[in-house]
């Protein structure tokens, strides 16, 4: 049993049920709990739930020492640019506490941000910067597509152990989806095949997961089967799964919001070249952003960013590719 | 607090012993460059010079209170109890080392001794601190953070955001800039505006309403006095303060960054080194805070000069067993190497 919810209303609940459950996790951000009238500073008081300046490096620098000595935060950064300001404490401190310790700290956090906002928000507020914090070890990274992936995930993330970045699509906010009833958790770093297919096997995250669902049914009325599978959690990533769709479908597009070079796919596609390798009956081939910032304009917004006709056109194009081979 | 006139003997003996075992520790570090070249690898900064504003500070502790250096940090867990022998085999890269050999000498941590850790980063550990501030007020524990960095670090964004975001939230945070008019190898009179103008990088404490006090860290009894009103003052709940503790360091930043197979060791002091400035070196130098305590105890009636040889001798012996213990640990296992990723 469950209910519809939309994505970002599971998030909260998320939050608000771990806050619940465990009075060690604190929450905190800009432009949060400004009166008392928050639902969260209503539920849990203004110890937990707290108010910051735009001090993105205190923020998260802060909730390295404060999980190292036994909170739970979660720094609610809304946009992962912020992130950027900081990202020492991102890359350099967080991951980095518990190896050089030789095992005597544990820095449980999350740094929970929105991006990829293909609204207007032009060159600084729409990046999809998930690449450079893949392969940092000691670092999860959290990137669903349903309600309830988002709930579960964020779940899991702030039970972890790990500090953990819980990137939430802008676009995916309103999208409504079932969600489980109860103590619901996804685990981090295990992939989902998100529609079952035959003929080719497309990987992608968060809201190219949603283009590529309908990329799949414009397929679908063609005749061609496609398997999505969405990796969730990008570190650690999934390899497994996806090299076992692909070894059923033997084709490969990877969907990316990012530039190519910059982009999860382009890490993939190369953990699949080496590990998948004999399954592929085609190249691979990557549907991502263009090599440019994303633009302020609307039709150069869309124009730049992947669709589901360029989607539809890489898989004819991987099934076309294999033809010709035979 | 008991005010430092009030300080019984036992606790000044103590102060005396803790300057000296960690003047012999870091002699010990510094030679060891000199006497087993390639046992020390990377990176090593020493705190000598900074004995009597450590020891001043740490006095001020109570039980349960957190620590929190820079990466110039081997002096503050001495105090606090770790095994100098595994601190001094962490630094000689070995598995018994506190950190296993996965740290070295700018991440020692043991947070078992109430030493939560430390970034290489320059300035980061001061939001950490604050972070352990955070968790302390939260879950109401009582403890005080003991925050501890380097003039440089007042000039990091993190120093800045954390300084203001303490005071907003009246963190149970005491800071201590130990200034020791150095950053890295530029001097201070090159780089910070309040010092450029006469004024005390204490100063730095009325941007954010908090108080600043400026002290001389030659003194350990006059920084137990700073830092433990401040610790106080956090105690019951009003917030952080900063201190600036002037000293000296008597060692250049760090050993010389050289390229493997170039060995390296502690040059001179940047003071003579980059600026040719013996005098200032010298100067420094006269002004020893080791001795110098040791004079005032002998003075006040504290301890016997007699006492005060067997306490540095002590060190001297101790610090001789701690380098054998550390050379005679064995290296980690390569494969050791894949630990402590995730949690």
Not at chain 1, 37 to 48: L, S
Not at chain 1, 118 to 131: K, R, T, V, Y
Not at chain 1, 219 to 236: H, N, Q
Not at chain 2, 231 to 246: D, F, K, N, T
Request: net charge negative; hydrophobic share 45%; with cysteine.
């Amino acid at each position: 049993m469950g209910r519809e919810m939309m994505f970002g209303e599971a998030i909260a609940v998320a939050i608000t049920e771990e806050m619940q459950r465990d009075s060690s996790v604190v929450f905190y951000g800009q432009n949060m709990a400004m009166t008392d009238r928050d639902p969260y500073v209503r539920k849990f008081g203004k110890d937990r739930v707290r108010i910051t300046p735009i001090s993105e490096t205190a923020e998260m620098g802060i909730a390295v020492g404060a999980a190292m000595t036994g909170l739970r935060p979660i720094v609610e950064l809304y946009m992962s640019e912020f992130m950027l300001v900081a990202f020492d404490e991102v890359i350099n401190e967080a991951p980095r506490m518990r190896y050089m310790s030789g095992g005597q700290v544990k820095v449980p956090l999350v740094f929970k941000a929105g991006f990829g906002f293909a609204a207007g928000w032009a060159a600084q507020h729409s990046n999809s910067i998930l690449n450079t914090m893949m392969g940092i070890p000691g670092l999860k990274l959290v990137v669903p597509s349903t309600s309830a992936d988002a709930k579960g995930m964020m779940k899991s993330a702030i039970r972890d152990d790990n500090p953990v970045v819980y990137l939430h699509h802008y676009m995916l906010t309103l999208d409504k989806s079932e969600v489980p009833d109860g103590d619901y958790l996804v685990p981090l770093g295990v992939a989902d095949v998100k529609r079952a297919g035959t003929d080719v096997t497309i990987v992608a995250t968060a809201w190219m997961v949603k283009k590529s669902l309908a990329a799949a049914e414009m397929l679908a009325k063609e005749g061609i089967s496609a398997e999505v599978v969405d990796p969730r959690t990008l570190a650690p990533l999934d390899v497994d799964t996806i090299v076992q769709s692909v070894r059923k479908t033997g084709r490969l597009v990877l969907v990316d919001q990012a530039p190519r070079q910059s982009s999860a796919a382009a890490v993939i596609a190369g953990e699949v070249a080496e590990h998948g390798f004999r399954y592929l009956k085609a190249p691979v081939k990557m549907v991502t952003a263009m090599d440019t910032s994303v633009p302020y304009s609307a039709p150069m917004e869309s124009y730049v960013l992947p669709s589901e006709e360029r989607i539809v056109s890489a898989v004819k194009s991987v099934l076309a590719a294999q033809a010709a081979a035979v | 607090m008991q005010s430092k006139e009030a300080l019984g003997k036992e606790r000044l003996i103590w102060m005396f012993t803790q300057m000296s075992r960690i003047r012999e520790f870091e002699e010990r570090v510094k030679r060891t460059f000199v006497e087993h070249p390639g046992v020390i690898r990377g990176h090593a900064h020493l705190g000598d010079g900074a004995e009597a504003s450590i020891v001043g500070s740490l006095t001020a502790r109570q039980e349960n209170d957190l620590v929190m250096p820079s990466y110039r940090c081997h002096g503050y867990p001495i105090v606090l109890g770790t095994d100098a022998r595994r601190l001094m085999a962490e630094i000689y890269t070995r598995k018994d080392g506190i950190c296993k050999g996965f740290g070295g000498s700018m991440h020692l941590a043991d947070p078992a001794h109430h030493f939560v850790g430390t970034s290489g980063i320059i300035g980061q550990g001061i939001a950490h601190a604050a972070g352990a501030a955070l968790t302390a007020q939260v879950k109401k524990t009582g403890q005080v953070v003991f925050s501890f960095f380097g003039d440089g670090s007042s000039k990091q964004g993190a120093f800045h955001e954390t300084l203001n975001l303490a005071a907003v939230w009246k963190l149970p945070v005491v800071f201590v800039l130990e200034n020791n008019f150095y950053q890295a190898y530029t001097h201070i009179r090159l780089e910070d505006a309040n010092f450029m103008a006469g004024d005390p990088l204490s100063q730095k404490a009325k941007a954010y309403s908090i108080p600043g006090v400026t002290v001389d860290g030659t003194d350990p009894l006059a920084v137990y006095e700073a830092v433990g009103q401040a610790a106080e003052r956090a105690r019951a709940g009003q917030g952080p303060s900063l201190i600036e503790s002037r000293f000296y360091r008597f060692t250049p930043h760090g050993n010389a960054i050289t390229v493997p197979p170039v060995p390296t060791q502690f040059q001179e002091h940047e003071a003579i080194e980059v600026y040719g400035n013996k005098a200032e070196f010298e100067a420094a130098r006269a002004n020893d805070p080791i001795p110098k305590f040791r004079k005032a105890l002998i003075a006040r009636g504290a301890i016997s000069a007699a006492d005060a040889d067997r306490i540095e001798a002590a060190a001297r012996a101790e610090m001789d067993e701690v380098v054998k213990f550390a050379l005679a640990s064995p290296l980690p296992a390569p494969e050791d190497a894949v630990n402590y990723v995730w949690a």
